[in-house]
Every structure is written in C-alpha cells, then in structure tokens.
T-cell receptor, first 112, second 114 residues
C-alpha cells in the first residue's frame, strides 16, 4: 500500500544553519505531496504542497521538490530560525482518494 | 475565531468509561476526519466522512465509533475506553478534492485513559 518514510529526529540545529528533512514515498499512480508543520500545543497546518512531478512547493523560506524518479519530497530551508522549532510531517494523497497518509514526523529543534 | 474547534482540549478518564470527543467547523467543508497521534507513529486515520450520510472506517477504527450530526459536526466516541487509547486526537476538514486535498486541523484533544 501507499506509505511515507521520513528521517527520524530530533534534528538539532543552530540558528541560521541549513535544514534538510528527508522524505520518500511509495505510491501507485501520481500522488499529491505535502509538508505539514505542528508547532508546540497546536494542530497541524499545511506548510507547502506539490501536485505533479518536478513541481516545487515553497512557503516561509521552506522548499520541497517533487522528484518522481527518486520518489522523494525532501524539505529544505537555507537559514533556520528558533521559531521554526516544530514537528514536520510529510504526507501524500492518492489521486483516486482524499485520504492523507502521513509519515511519522520529524522534530526540529533550533537553538540560538 | 478558529475554523475547526475540538472539545474538550484535555480529558482524563478511567478504563471502561464512555467518552465522546466533539469537532465543529465553520469552513463549510463536506469532508471531515478523525486522526490519532502517537509518538513515533505519526497520525493514523480512525474514521472519515465525505458528507452527512457517508461514514467510512480508516486505518484503526476498532474500539471507536463516530456520528456526523450535521455538515459542521463530527463526533468520535470511545464506547469503553482502554489505556492504549491514550493519545492526542485531531479532527480535520477538507473541501473539494479538486483543490488537492488540503486538510485543515483542529487544535487537538489530549486524552488520557487510566
């Protein structure tokens, strides 16, 4: 079945460091791909998305490119801030359905 | 004002008790979902509903039931709570599938079963 695999955390960085959180997926067909972010004590909110191969989603300095050849959707940011500390979830949605399938989440901790 | 609200935000109960978690939304969405979040397991889908007359089981529906009372309301019940149902529960909504399935989440309910 369809699935999402994320790197385990926590990822610990100093402010202004470069961030990569790896995400790979297994799916039949052509899913849509998402990154959601969960700040402490809150629900998830959409960070960015991509709906077809080679699309790049971007928001708040974060980027991710839909790579069909490597079935990946890695999240990157050039310079992280303390306020980026959160849990990040990669997810996919199959073309034929509406359900989201989530990865296990990666906690990011950014220190000043 | 929040678009997706959940009540209660925190609940502690005992094994065997019946518990209802409620979700309301003002987004006008037809589709609603219940997830649970456990450390190291991410979010897992419990039940989902595409409209008032449609209820579907998700990945982990055993021990849970739901009721879609109206377009705006979707309740999750634990008929006889057990300790391994201790988790963070999220309600979510989404609109037309053509909008690529973005889901909007409530703030969560932290449930502890003793």
């Amino acid at each position: 079945g369809d699935s999402v695999t994320q790197m385990e955390g926590p990822v610990t960085l100093s402010e202004e460091a470069f961030l990569t959180i790896n995400c790979t997926y297994t799916a039949t067909g052509y899913p849509s791909l998402f990154w959601y972010v969960q700040y402490p004590g809150e629900g998830l909110q959409l960070l960015l998305k991509a709906t077809k191969a080679d699309d790049k989603g971007s928001n708040k300095g974060f980027e991710a490119t839909y790579r069909k050849e490597t079935t990946s959707f890695h999240l990157e940011k050039g310079s992280v801030q303390v306020s980026d500390s959160a849990v990040y979830f990669c997810a996919l949605s199959p073309r034929t359905g509406d359900k989201l399938i989530f990865g296990t989440g990666t906690r990011l901790q950014v220190f000043p | 004002d929040a678009d997706v609200t959940q009540t209660p935000r925190n609940r502690i109960t005992k094994t065997g008790k019946r518990i209802m978690l409620e979700c309301s939304q003002t987004k006008g969405h037809d589709r609603m979902y219940w997830y649970r979040q456990d450390p190291g397991l991410g979010l897992r889908l419990i039940y989902y509903s595409f409209d008032v007359k449609d209820i579907n089981k998700g990945e982990i529906s055993d021990g849970y039931s739901v009721s879609r009372q109206a377009q705006a309301k979707f309740s999750l019940s634990l008929e006889s709570a057990i300790p391994n149902q201790t988790a963070l529960y999220f309600c979510a909504t989404s609109g037309d599938q053509a909008l690529n399935n973005e889901q909007f989440f409530g703030p969560g309910t932290r449930l502890t079963v003793l």
